[in-house]
Structure formats: structure tokens, C-alpha cells
């Protein structure tokens, strides 16, 4: 799995767009990118997805550059309930290890009233 | 509602004195994985479940034992806890066509003094 470089930490202000970046160089064709957040001592959260092209949920959009060696994760409206670390991880076909998720450091977002 | 529970979620025990950590999913899905999160150290997979009867170790299994006799159920067995397996465990579940996304218990607190 390709490594991720994400920044330690981050402030946003509430009702603010958080725009969380991941670098990701070393990914390979086959490989995507995923985020996952984890509040304060709780289980992780699935966020969102992508291979390449540039996805959104509920939760968040996705941005992935076209040479796919960096993603920003976007949370349009930051709430309160947004304060957590995320995870950005790159893998393949999560089949083997029975679908193990690898966490790296991640970046610990504030949001601020 | 979809979820996967863990119990208990807090437990404190003496080294030797065997325990088990109950999970449990409603969503019908194949994978089942115990991890541990321990600072620094990150997320790390102890065993894994692709469907019953068939279990694997992970990354750090040594110390525990896991059975999946019915597919909703995966509990995670420490027959002779040490200070070292002081931690804090998930349990996650995910589906065959939908690896992506796991679904992670509320996390359990284990003190071994």
C-alpha cells in the first residue's frame, strides 16, 4: 500500500468549508484513496472513496489531482461534530487480510465556534 | 439501525484471568477483523474473519483467540491476559461488495494490571 503524507494538525472555523489535503505519490494504478475519521476515542467512520475521478457523498467531496499523487477531502460546512482525526489511506483490492485497514498518523482537525 | 456492538465497553481484569470481548454485527457481512489502537503504535489487526469457520491471524496476534461459529458474532478471547494487551480493541465488519466501507464497534477499554 502506497504511503500517505498528511498534515499534523488543522483549525477550521464552523459553517467553513475544511479542506483536509493527502499526499500520496507513490500510488500505483490500481491503488485508491480512502478516508476515515475517528473521533475522540470512538470507533472510525468511513468518509468516502475514489480511484480517480472526483466523488461526493453526504459527508464530504473528494478531490483527487489527475496525476492522482495528492487528494483533498472537502467537508462543506464544518460543524462542531467534525472535531476528529482523519485518515487518508491508500490501498489496492482490500480482499487479502481480510480487508485490513492500516491507519498513519493523520491530521487532527479543531473545529472552532 | 446498522451497527456492530462490542461488550463490554470498559472492562479492568488481573494478568491471567481469562476474558472474552463479545461482537456483534446486524448487517449480514462476510469480513469480521479485531484491531487494537494503542498511541503511537496506530491501528493494528490482531485476527480476522472472511466468513464462518474461517479465521486468520492479522498483524499482532499473539496472545489472543478468536472463533466465528455464527456469521453476525466474532468474539475475541484472551485466555491469560498480560499488562501488555492493555489497549483499546474494535471490532469491524464489512461486506464482500462493499470492502470499502467498514463498520467499526464503539471500541473496548481493556486495563490488565
Known amino acids: 500500500d502506497a504511503k500517505t503524507t498528511q498534515p499534523t494538525s488543522m483549525d477550521c472555523a464552523e459553517g467553513r468549508a475544511a479542506n483536509l489535503p493527502c499526499n500520496h505519490s507513490?500510488?500505483?494504478?490500481?491503488?485508491?484513496v480512502y478516508w476515515y475519521r475517528q473521533i475522540h476515542s470512538q470507533g472510525p467512520q468511513y468518509i468516502i472513496h475514489g480511484l480517480k475521478n472526483n466523488e461526493t457523498n453526504e459527508m464530504a467531496s473528494l478531490i483527487i489531482t489527475e496525476d492522482r499523487k495528492s487528494s483533498t477531502l472537502i467537508l462543506p460546512h464544518a460543524t462542531l461534530r467534525d472535531t476528529a482525526v482523519y485518515y487518508c489511506i491508500v490501498r489496492g483490492i482490500p480482499q487479502a487480510a481480510g480487508n485490513k485497514l492500516t491507519f498513519g498518523g493523520g491530521t487532527r482537525v479543531l473545529v472552532k465556534p | 439501525e446498522a451497527q456492530v456492538t462490542q461488550n463490554p465497553r470498559y472492562l479492568i481484569t488481573v494478568t491471567g484471568k481469562k476474558l472474552t470481548v463479545t461482537c456483534s454485527q446486524n448487517?449480514?457481512?462476510?469480513?469480521m477483523s479485531w484491531y487494537r489502537q494503542d498511541p503511537g503504535l496506530g491501528l493494528r489487526q490482531i485476527y480476522y474473519s472472511m466468513n464462518v469457520e474461517v479465521t486468520d491471524k492479522g498483524d499482532v496476534p499473539e496472545g489472543y483467540k478468536v472463533s466465528r461459529k455464527e456469521k453476525r458474532n466474532f468474539p475475541l478471547i484472551l485466555e491469560s491476559p498480560s499488562p501488555n494487551q492493555t489497549s483499546l480493541y474494535f471490532c469491524?465488519?464489512?461486506?464482500?461488495?462493499?470492502?470499502?466501507?467498514?463498520?467499526f464497534g464503539p471500541g473496548t477499554r481493556l486495563t490488565v494490571t
Open positions: 469491524a465488519s464489512s461486506s464482500l461488495t462493499k470492502t470499502y466501507e467498514q463498520y
Open positions: 507513490t500510488i500505483s494504478g490500481n491503488e485508491y
Open positions: 448487517m449480514n457481512h462476510e469480513y
